[in-house]
């Protein structure tokens, strides 16, 4: 009788000659089998599935935002965990933890959709009471920022300018002696 055996997703599953079984018992007290082996691999993949699903979290979604553009709040789920993600300190060399990366689920864009995306986990927030009454009292200040930018271009556009009059005796020089050729602004 060999032993036959592979390891998925830190299971070990081995191979039973007498009854032609792939099985796996060592999963949350109960033995998993089936004469396929990607059979058996699906079943420990639905367990998990499951297992995400059970234990999912309801959060906010905190959009970038940035140059003007209005950072949106949505409503996602947190369905997996992907890991950290680690950065290399150049100064150092040593790789250092940078953030927690997870797979969220949201209706984005402003369709009925729902979509899947790899996060960081710093632009998530609990979906409390604070968090939406901070990200009003956000949604305020960016609206009188915005506001505030307006009028400062409308005051930058009205600041007077020169005109072709200013550098008459330049353009004379560059033209000739005729700047009746040259632009008028209106």
């Given at each position: 009788?060999?032993?036959?055996?592979?390891v998925y997703r830190g299971?070990?599953?081995?191979?039973?000659?007498?009854?032609?079984?792939?099985?796996?018992?060592?999963?949350?007290?109960?033995?998993?089998?089936?004469?396929?082996?990607?059979?058996?691999?699906?079943?420990?993949?639905?367990?998990?599935?499951?297992?995400?699903?059970?234990?999912?979290?309801?959060?906010?979604?905190?959009?970038?935002?940035?140059?003007?553009?209005?950072?949106?709040?949505?409503?996602?789920?947190?369905?997996?965990?992907?890991?950290?993600?680690?950065?290399?300190?150049?100064?150092?060399?040593?790789?250092?933890?940078?953030?927690?990366?997870?797979?969220?689920?949201?209706?984005?864009?402003?369709?009925?959709?729902?979509?899947?995306?790899?996060?960081?986990?710093?632009?998530?927030?609990?979906?409390?009471?604070?968090?939406?009454?901070?990200?009003?009292?956000?949604?305020?200040?960016?609206?009188?920022?915005?506001?505030?930018?307006?009028?400062?271009?409308?005051?930058?556009?009205?600041?007077?300018?020169?005109?072709?009059?200013?550098?008459?005796?330049?353009?004379?020089?560059?033209?000739?002696?005729?700047?009746?050729?040259?632009?008028?602004?209106?």
């Amino acid at each position: 009788m060999s032993d036959i055996k592979t390891v998925y997703r830190g299971h070990v599953i081995r191979y039973n000659d007498n009854s032609e079984e792939w099985y796996c018992s060592d999963i949350e007290g109960k033995g998993y089998s089936n004469e396929k082996l990607s059979r058996l691999k699906a079943a420990i993949d639905k367990m998990y599935l499951d297992r995400r699903k059970k234990v999912s979290i309801r959060v906010l979604e905190i959009g970038h935002g940035g140059h003007g553009r209005y950072s949106e709040l949505t409503d996602a789920i947190i369905i997996e965990y992907l890991g950290a993600i680690y950065s290399r300190n150049y100064r150092t060399g040593v790789n250092e933890f940078d953030y927690h990366k997870v797979a969220v689920s949201a209706k984005r864009d402003r369709t009925d959709k729902l979509t899947r995306q790899e996060k960081r986990l710093s632009d998530l927030a609990d979906d409390t009471p604070e968090v939406r009454a901070a990200y009003e009292e956000y949604t305020r200040v960016f609206n009188e920022a915005q506001e505030l930018y307006r009028k400062a271009e409308g005051l930058r556009e009205a600041i007077p300018r020169l005109t072709i009059d200013a550098i008459l005796e330049l353009v004379q020089i560059k033209t000739g002696g005729n700047a009746d050729d040259v632009g008028r602004d209106a």
